[in-house]
C-alpha cells in the first residue's frame, strides 16, 4: 500500500501531504507530535511533504519492534529471506521511474543520474537476494582425522542504518539488503533533506514482504533519532554513511559500546591525466567525475592531476565544455547539472570560491546562478580553479560541488605523490596510453577504487565500495565484502572420531 503521490508544481500549503514513521509493520505519528518539510532544491517554493521529527521515544520503540521481530527473521531460512529480497528488486524496478522522478524532485540530481540511482538499489537487491543462497562460508579439512572443520556466517541483531542525502535509494540498499539477507533486522535513520525517498523505499520494503517489526523506518534530526540508535545498548551494529566529523563521533560513542561501526566518509577524489592521453576521453571522464550530481557525489573528482605540457590543452577543453553546461531542474532532460542540496551548499561553496581566489587562478564560474527560475534554486556554476598547489585548502578539502582544480606537476611520480597528498583514499583515476603507468597507478594509488581511462565514478554493485585512510574506517559496502560489516563468523568442528581428540597436540610427533 503506498501513502504518497509525486507532486511537481507547487501548491498551496493545504495540499501538503503529510507522511508518518513506519514501525512494527504500522505508519504512525511520531509521539513529539512535530513535523519537518521537505522541499525542492531546484524550487524551493515547491513543498513536497512534511515528515514526522522522531524522537529519542520513537527511536526506542522502533528499536523495540526490531528486537521483537529478530528472533523469526533471524530463523527464517536466509533462502526465503533472498526471495522477499528478490520480490522488493523487482517492485523497485517496476517502480523504477516513479522513484526516479521523486529523487531528482526532492535531492535534485538530473533525472538520468536518479534512474541510475534507483538501478544501483535494484541491482543490490538482486545481488543480496542471491546471497540468500550462497552465503559462503569455509569447509576445510581438519588437521586431525574423523573431524570436520568450517565457518558460517550468522546476524548481529539490530542494524542501525544512518544515510545521507546525495543516494537516497541506493545507499539505504546498499545498507539495508546485506543486512536483512543475513538475518539482522534494521532500523533506518534517512537524512533530513530526503525523506521522501526513504518513505517511497520503505512502502516497497513493506508491500514486498519484509514481515512487520524487520524493516523500522523514523525520520528526523541526526542528534535525535541518529543519536538514539547510536546510544542504544539494543542496536550492535552501525552502517553509516556522511560527513566525516559526523562519522568520527559516531566511532567515539559506539567504541563505549564495542559497536560494529561501518564508517563511509569524505572524499577528495582525483584524475591523473598524463601527457600521453587522449585529452577528449579524458575531458568527458573529469566533466562527469566533476559536475555530474553537481560534484556532490562522494566520489566525485574535485582535482586534476595534470602532466604540464597538456595543462593548457587540457583547460582550454574543459573550459569549453563546461561553458556549454545546461543547469536547470533535472526533471527536464535536457538539462546537465542540477542544484546543490540547500542554502547552506551553496553557501559552503561560495565559501570555497574566496579561498580559491586566493590559492589558484578562476578561469570559470565562481557564482550562484540565479537567472530566470533558477533564483527559486540552490544552483551555483560550474567551476574551474587553475593553477592549484597539491596542498591547497581547495585542493585538499571536501567541497562537495561543482568545483574542479587543476594541479600541474612536472611528471608521473609527482602526480602519484600528488594523488596520495590527501587525508582522503576513496576513488582516484588515471587517463594514460602507457601500460606500464596505468599498472603502477593501480599498485600505488592509495585510493579504495581506481579507474584507468575513465572518470572517479561509476562503481558495480559486486564488486567492494569504500575508501582507505580517512574515507572509512576500513569496511566496505557491496559485493561479498558487504556481509562483512552485518555478520558474526561461527567456527564449527565436528569431531566423529569417538575419542578425546587435542589440536596441536595429539597430531604433532614428540620432538627431542
Ligand atoms: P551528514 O554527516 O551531515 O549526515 C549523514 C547522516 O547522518 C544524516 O542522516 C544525518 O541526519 C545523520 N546525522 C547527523 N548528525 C548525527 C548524529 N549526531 N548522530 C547520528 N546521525 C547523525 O552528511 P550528509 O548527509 O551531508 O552527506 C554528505 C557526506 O556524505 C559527504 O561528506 C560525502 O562525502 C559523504 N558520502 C560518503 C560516501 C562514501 O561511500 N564514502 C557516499 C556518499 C556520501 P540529518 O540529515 O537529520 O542531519
Known sequence: MTQTTERSVPKADAETPTFKLFIAGEWVESVGGQTFESVNPADRRDVIGRFQAGTKADTAMAIKAAEMALPRWKATPAPKRGEILYAFAELMARNKERLSRAMTREMGKVIAEARGDVQ??????????????????????????????????????????????????????????????????????????????ATLLVELMAEAGFPPGVVN?????????????????????????????????????AAKRLKRVSLELGGKNGVVVLADADLDLATDGILWSAFGTTGQRCTACSRVIVEKPVVEPLLERLERRAKGLRLGSGLDEAVDVGPLINPAAVEKVGSYIEIGQVEGELVLGGHPATDGELEHGNFFEPTIFANVMP???????????????????????????????????????????????????????????????????????????????????????????????????????VDFSGRLQRAQIDNQAASG
Not at 123 to 149: C, H, N, Q
Not at 161 to 186: D, H, Q, R, S
Open 120 to 197: 544501483e538499489g535494484i541491482d543490490i537487491a538482486y545481488l543480496m537476494a542471491g546471497e540468500g543462497r550462497r552465503m559462503f562460508g569455509d569447509t576445510v579439512p581438519s588437521e586431525l582425522s574423523d573431524k570436520w572443520a568450517m565457518s558460517i556466517r550468522q546476524p548481529i541483531g539490530i542494524a542501525g542504518i544512518i544515510t545521507p542525502w546525495n543516494f537516497p535509494i541506493a545507499i539505504p540498499c546498499w545498507k539495508m539488503m546485506p543486512a536483512l539477507v543475513t538475518g539482522n533486522t534494521v532500523v533506518f535513520k534517512p537524512a533530513s533533506d530526503t525523506p521522501h525517498c
Open 217 to 253: 523506518l523514523v525520520t528526523g534530526g541526526g542528534a535525535e533519532v541518529g543519536d538514539a540508535r547510536v546510544e542504544s545498548p539494543d542496536v550492535p551494529v552501525i552502517s553509516f554513511t556522511g560527513h566525516s566529523s559526523t562519522g568520527k563521533s559516531i566511532a567515539e560513542r
Open 391 to 493: 596542498m591547497d585548502r581547495i585542493g585538499q578539502e571536501e567541497i562537495f560541488g561543482p568545483v574542479l582544480s587543476i594541479i600541474p606537476v612536472d611528471d608521473f611520480d609527482a602526480a602519484i605523490t600528488a594523488l596520495n597528498q590527501t587525508r582522503y583514499g576513496l576513488s582516484a583515476s588515471i587517463f594514460t596510453r602507457d601500460v606500464n603507468r596505468a599498472f603502477r597507478a593501480m599498485r600505488d594509488f592509495e585510493t579504495g577504487i581506481v579507474y584507468v581511462n575513465a572518470g572517479t565514478t561509476g562503481a558495480e554493485t559486486h564488486l567492494p565500495f569504500g575508501g582507505w585512510k580517512e574515507t572509512g574506517n576500513g569496511h566496505r559496502e557491496a559485493g561479498h565484502a558487504a556481509l562483512d560489516s552485518y555478520t558474526e563468523w561461527k567456527s564449527i568442528y
